[in-house]
């Protein structure tokens, strides 16, 4: 099925064309014709399943439609829970404002960078994607207005709830105009997601895209029991031993990507940390040379579990456990992305063999197990 069988102007086709978008996704034939028709939206639908594209394009079809506003004030809000998020869902609207004759502005707001840097920006903004912090933040300065705010979107609205954030989105949503249209995408559905829902919805349209067993089918999942003074030479050894050119290894903690990171710079593997504690700019010019290929190993915390992007990623090490199974699934969802295959290792200590298990039962999946005991971790 073609875009254009979902109701979207001609205009968009040659930048769907040359993005890749060569027809669209279950969650976009869903989604499109929904939002077109002014309808509210609940869309369940796995990361990297094209839930941006899905409300993307149909909202910059109705600016367009309705032509330039003649308020300065934004037209569309976009919540997201992470800067990164942030800065991947305002690509996206960016990548189809040129297709539109309408002249529209788009900026993503989030904490760690100059606050007045955003508030000059803000004097001419259609569509706005922010954290709910830096939003109330914005709010409080009087540096912008939701009062003409049409569409609101949350994005990963299940992230934005268990990061916390329902008291800053009851906040938001006070300031909101009652008459507008209200999208809630999320990854699961849980019982938080449902109270939002019932919040903010009016008659929605649930469209639910089951398709976590079929992109699991795309990953390879193997796992290797290890003693925790084992743990890191052994991920040396499979880096270098596999001759592994991109890796996304997930740590529980700060301190531990940081430490992780110290000990594979000293055993001459190029690798980085990524987590909260860094500045924006740093953050994401790390994610940058990640993506361009030239960062062989990139560890992590949960940050980067939901809602990142990385083209042709081979490889994705839970050199510790999350602590939820969902989370489990978003990390290893980073690999084996639109219809690529993807290798997903976990290294797991006495301690985390029960947890594992329990992960491995809500996943509906066995993963295969080594021992590592016999490995010969010499020199690594």
Known sequence: MPFSQ???????????AH????????????????ILKGLDVLGIAKTGSGKTAAFVLPILQQLEEAGVPSHRAP????????????????????????????????????????????MQALRRVDVLVATPGRLLDLLNKNAVQLASVRTLVMDEADKLLTLGFEEELNQIL?????????????????????????????????????EVGESLEQIHQRGYFVTEERKGPLLR???KHEEMKQVLVFVSSRKKADNLTLKLRKNNI?????????????????????????????VATDLLSRGIDIENLSHVINYELPRSPKDYIHRIGRTGRADASGDAISLITP??????????????QCVAMAESNEIDLSGY
């Open 270 to 298: 190029h690798a980085c940390a990524i987590h909260s504690k860094m500045g924006q700019q740093t953050r994401q010019e790390t994610l940058e040379v990640f993506k361009g290929g030239d960062l062989r190993v990139l």
């Open 75 to 118: 037209s569309v809000l976009v919540l997201v829970p992470t800067r990164e998020l942030a800065d991947q869902v305002s690509q996206v609207v960016r990548e189809f404002m040129p297709s539109l004759t309408s002249r529209l502005s788009c900026l993503a707001v989030y904490g760690g960078v100059s606050i007045n840097t955003q």
């Open 351 to 364: 301690e985390e063999v029960h947890h594992f298990n329990v992960i491995q039962k809500k996943m509906g």
């Open 6 to 16: 979902l109701g979207l102007a001609p205009l968009f086709s040659k930048a769907l």
């Open 237 to 239: 050894y499979l880096i």
């Open 19 to 34: 993005s890749g978008y060569a027809e669209p996704t279950p969650i976009q034939r869903s989604a499109i014709p929904a």
């Open 174 to 210: 006070r300031l909101l105009p009652i008459q507008r249209q209200n999208l809630l995408f999320s990854a699961t559905l849980n019982k938080d997601v449902s109270a939002m829902q019932r919040l903010i919805l009016k008659d929605p349209q649930v469209l639910e895209i089951v």
